[in-house]
């Protein structure tokens, strides 16, 4: 039963949590992974006990400075349910953010993006990536935005994503801007441009030259 299943998975957690602090980098990798299937392939409505919340959430926050890249990833998708989107000072997606903007690895700092849950607050963070380095994490800034409504941006971010996306050098990033202007903005007004560019605010001087 589902209470089973829960006692069963706080307790593997107990257990794998003892070698977070392994000095060899494939045991501290296979203790956030562990931690993160558990985790993520629980029931929405599963208990965790609130003791082993805090370890999780203090253990994965710390490895996700880890040295190795691969450790900072796989914390990250640990830390995937802890968020709390609700709390203003939340130290999960502070961390997500973080780690999407200054992380020297693209594979963490995608994986931040990914991971990271998407309300008033981390969207501005969100569009930021918009402009990374990296076409991978570009591409996936895009695929992200895809789920936001256009009412949700000002005009101002509005007139970036479409700016952005669709000058950029890469293809596959181009295409992911496309797909949010056609599937998105425009089948959502069905097509009708005029009424489209209204919501871009096209006759301020401001983005006239966007």
């Not at 669709?166 to 425009?186: G, P, Y």
Request: hydrophobic share 40%; net charge neutral.
């Amino acid at each position: 039963n589902d209470e089973w299943a829960d006692k069963v998975a706080n307790t593997l957690m107990i257990s794998i949590l003892s070698k977070w602090r392994a000095k060899m980098k494939s045991a501290r990798y296979r203790c956030c992974d562990l931690v993160g299937q558990i985790l993520n392939e629980m029931d929405e409505n599963a208990e965790i006990d609130e003791d082993l919340f805090d370890d999780v959430e203090l253990r994965m926050l710390y490895r996700m400075k880890d040295k190795v890249p691969q450790v900072r990833r796989s914390a990250a998708i640990a830390l995937n349910r802890l968020q709390m989107p609700e709390e203003d000072d939340d130290k999960v997606m502070a961390a997500l953010v973080h780690m999407m903007d200054h992380d020297s690895s693209k594979e963490c700092r995608k994986e931040a993006l990914v991971r990271l849950d998407i309300n008033k607050r981390t969207l501005v963070d969100m569009l930021r990536r918009v402009r990374d380095t990296s076409d991978q994490v570009r591409r996936q800034a895009f695929d992200k935005l895809h789920a936001v409504d256009l009412t949700s941006l000002t005009i101002q971010c509005r007139v970036t994503i479409l700016k952005s996306g669709l000058t950029d050098r890469n293809a596959l990033v181009k295409k992911a801007c496309s797909r949010i202007l056609q599937e998105k903005w425009l089948a959502k007004r069905e097509n009708k441009i005029v009424d489209f560019l209204h919501l871009l605010d096209i006759t301020n001087p401001d983005y006239e030259e966007d």
